[in-house]
């Protein structure tokens, strides 16, 4: 025991070292971002702009195609909503492609599906020739909606997990942004002319995309479920913070797939349970009491991030902006464009946050201001609607409200939910569970895009948002019950923190207890004592 005793002016200071330099005492700094961690994130979530720009440029496009081709509400109804469901097929093939060819080739195959499917709605003569093309491009886009964020997750550090996996919503954004860019561009072409460019013009983006795969390495998880454990080393060393944390993340990964953890060979045999046997038994028919928390967790966010009705706002917004008022085309795309500005900024503001804040917070906080958006821009169009006068006030309100509805769900349950959902499941769920939110998401968007026009038509539009905004509510008290955080924890902590649908917050102190203790949180008997004065 070494000390020393120091007083100055009737101040009695004590110091009691035990054993430690002042080094020991040194704050660890935070690590750098992992710059190829983060490259690898970029180019796997471009995927995830094929669908945000067949999002925005189908809600101009359809427009002139109404015109052009003669087609009735329910059939632009069906024409814009149809691929959500026809991602479904997508989304399930991609979870068992994925496990067999691996996270990357899946990536390019999502590509090329999308490829050939922009060129045939590009090429479309009539409205048979257009649903063949959307067939095609809904498999692409189902394809690279699971693939994209199942990889990021399985690159990433758990330092920034949060902030990467945030990517694929972000570049879903920035391909809306982009579809609502190229609808006002190609607008000045002829009118039976320019919503085929519009469409089309999605094919530059899947090259783009199937070129920058090329740069990318194979999902560690994968590489180890493979038994390619050396190839799978250099890919951890790469993408962890630390060197401790590559050697960790190795050994976790190990361990869930069965793999001794001395084994030290480049390549070993794994047992063959990586293409989905037996998966969706454990998934669905047998679930273990975490698995259920889970699947109810992952399918309830999916459902309710489409449930709420935002996917009508961002379709159909030059259609609600008609109904505020705006009457002439270019200012419909003009306030469409404002649109994808406002749900691409907060998107990338959220990036940011969901590492610092965390999940559940921002979760809480944007399905609770949803309620309120939702509710006002019904109160707005009833009022516009039940006017015989131009109403400033009420169209001001609604833009302001339309606006408002992409920023807050931006920052909150449009990139958490693929965060959650994809970092929650077990290694050997993982892709299989992916497909399965996927698939609820599509579903419900489907639905919401497929229905939109006849439910306002049934209860006014008006009406139909007061139904949006009650529906965020349920989700508001679903995500403040179920959903646990999981801010800072390694994928394979998930498992320990599932289990009690609404007794989780007790393992999560008791997880936070013994990461405090084994950090050494608090000075214990090495401390610095200030004595009397």
Not at 15 to 22: E, F, I, S
Not at 130 to 144: D, E, N, Q, S, Y
Request: with cysteine; net charge positive.
């Amino acid at each position: 025991m070494s000390g020393f005793e120091a007083d100055n002016h009737g101040v009695s200071i004590s110091v009691a070292v035990d054993n430690k330099t002042l080094a020991d005492f040194e704050v660890l700094k935070k690590p750098k971002r992992n710059k190829f961690a983060f490259a690898c994130a970029i180019l796997a979530s471009l995927a995830s702009i094929l669908l945000g720009y067949d999002i925005g440029v189908m809600s101009g496009a359809i427009l002139y195609i109404k015109d052009d081709l003669k087609i009735s509400d329910v059939q632009v109804e069906i024409l814009v909503g149809i691929l959500n469901l026809y991602c479904l097929i997508g989304a399930y093939v991609a979870g068992r492609t994925s496990d067999w060819i691996g996270r990357r080739y899946t990536i390019v195959v999502a590509a090329s599906i999308f490829f050939v499917g922009a060129l045939l709605m590009g090429f479309a003569t009539n409205y048979t020739f257009l649903m063949v093309g959307r067939f095609v491009t809904g498999i692409g886009v189902g394809f690279a909606l699971l693939i994209a964020p199942v990889y990021t997750a399985e690159v990433s550090p758990a330092s920034a997990r949060g902030f990467l996996n945030s990517f694929p919503e972000v570049f879903i954004n920035a391909g809306l942004l982009l579809g609502y860019v190229s609808n006002y561009a190609f607008s000045k072409l002829r009118a039976d002319l320019g919503w085929r460019v519009m469409l089309g013009a999605g094919a530059i983006l899947s090259v783009f995309l199937a070129v920058g795969v090329l740069a990318m390495p194979e999902s560690p998880r994968w590489l180890i479920m493979q038994g390619r454990l050396g190839e799978a080393k250099t890919v951890l060393d790469k993408t962890s913070d630390t060197k401790e944390e590559a050697r960790g993340r190795l050994s976790d990964i190990k361990a869930a797939a069965g793999i001794p953890e001395d084994c030290t060979d480049g390549i070993v045999q794994v047992q063959k349970q990586t293409h989905g046997e037996g998966v969706w038994r454990e998934l669905i028919l047998h679930p273990t009491p975490a698995v259920r928390h889970v699947l109810i967790c992952a399918i309830g966010i999916h459902f309710f991030q489409q449930a709420i009705g935002l996917e009508s706002v961002v379709l159909y917004s030059p259609r609600i902006f008609e109904k505020a008022g705006i009457t002439s085309s270019d200012h419909k795309l003009l306030a469409t464009m404002a649109v994808g500005f406002s749900k691409t900024t907060f998107i990338l503001v959220a990036t940011f946050l969901l590492d610092k804040i965390g999940r559940r917070p921002l979760l809480l906080i944007s399905s609770g201001g949803m309620v309120v958006i939702l509710a006002t821009l019904g109160l707005s169009l009833t009022v516009i609607g039940h006017s015989d006068k131009k109403q400033t006030w009420a169209v001001g309100l609604c833009i302001t409200m339309v606006l408002s509805s992409v920023a807050v769900f931006s920052i909150g349950m449009g990139p958490i939910t693929w965060v959650y959902s994809t970092e929650i499941f077990p290694l050997r769920l993982r892709a299989q569970g992916a497909s399965l939110g996927v698939a609820v998401n599509r579903v419900m968007s489907g639905v919401i895009s497929m229905s939109f026009i006849s439910l306002y038509k049934a209860i006014t539009i008006g009406g139909a948002f007061f139904l949006y905004a009650g529906v965020a509510l349920v989700a508001f008290f679903f995500f403040f019950t179920f959903l646990p955080e999981t801010r800072g924890k390694t994928l394979e902590e998930m498992e320990g923190l599932f289990g009690k649908l609404v007794g989780w917050r007790e393992e999560a102190k008791k997880m936070k207890r013994k990461r405090n203790e084994a950090n050494g949180d608090g000075i214990g008997n090495d401390q610095i004592q200030l004595g009397k004065i």
